[in-house]
T-cell receptor, first 111, second 112 residues
Framework: GENVEQHPSTLSVQEGDSAVIKCTYS??????FPWYKQELGKGPQLIID?????GEKKDQRIAVTLNKTAKHFSLHITETQPEDSAVYFC??????????FGAGTRLFVKA | DVKVTQSSRYLVKRTGEKVFLECVQD?????MFWYRQDPGLGLRLIYF???????EKGDIPEGYSVSREKKERFSLILESASTNQTSMYLC???????????FGSGTQLSVL
């Protein structure tokens, strides 16, 4: 069935460094790729997204890239700050009611 | 500010009990969802609803049922709770396209 693989499961970086989370999806019909951030005690919140007709999108310190041919997409966080510490989920949406989520990456930013 | 509210943050129940998890959204969204979050497994869809009284099974519906009597309210029901249903439960709502989901803060359920 459809699935989204996400790596790494845990990522620890020093404050100010960059962090990269990578995902691979299986359904070539997927056309929308959101990223969610889940802080401690809260539900996931959409932080950035990208559509299949776009290769890259940036919003301040975060950016997403998409390689449709390879079915890869990635989240890049530059100049990490302690408040970036959270669990990040990638997801792939094909249409209808189904969003397939990755397993999540727990990001630790050390001050 | 848009809001999805789950009635309980933590819940402890005994095996065999009937459990109700409540969710309310104030965004007038058509669609509502119940997900289960387990470490290493991400978010898995239990049930969703696209209209009042309409519901569809997700990927892991066994042992669960749902109720949507009003547009803003979506309930998840565990008919007879079991220990393997100990998990974080997340409610979400979405507009017509369902691309962007809005999540509640979650209910951490422990079944003893």
């Amino acid at each position: 069935g459809e699935n989204v693989e996400q790596h790494p499961s845990t990522l620890s970086v020093q404050e100010g460094d960059s962090a990269v989370i990578k995902c691979t999806y299986s359904d070539s019909a997927s056309n929308y790729f959101p990223w969610y951030k889940q802080e401690l005690g809260k539900g996931p919140q959409l932080i950035i997204d990208i559509r299949s007709n776009v290769g890259e999108k940036k919003d301040q310190r975060i950016a997403v890239t998409l390689n449709k041919t390879a079915k890869h997409f990635s989240l890049h966080i530059t100049e990490t700050q302690p408040e970036d510490s959270a669990v990040y989920f990638c997801a792939a949406y094909t249409g209808g009611f189904k969003t397939i989520f990755g397993a999540g990456t727990r990001l630790f930013v050390k001050a | 500010d848009v809001k999805v509210t789950q009635s309980s943050r933590y819940l402890v129940k005994r095996t065999g009990e009937k459990v109700f998890l409540e969710c309310v959204q104030d965004m007038d969204h058509e669609n509502m969802f119940w997900y289960r979050q387990d470490p290493g497994l991400g978010l898995r869809l239990i049930y969703f609803s696209y209209d009042v009284k309409m519901k569809e099974k997700g990927d892991i519906p066994e042992g669960y049922s749902v109720s949507r009597e009003k547009k803003e309210r979506f309930s998840l029901i565990l008919e007879s709770a079991s220990t393997n249903q100990t998990s974080m439960y997340l409610c979400a709502s979405g507009q017509l396209t369902n691309e962007k989901l809005f999540f509640g803060s979650g209910t951490q359920l422990s079944v003893l």
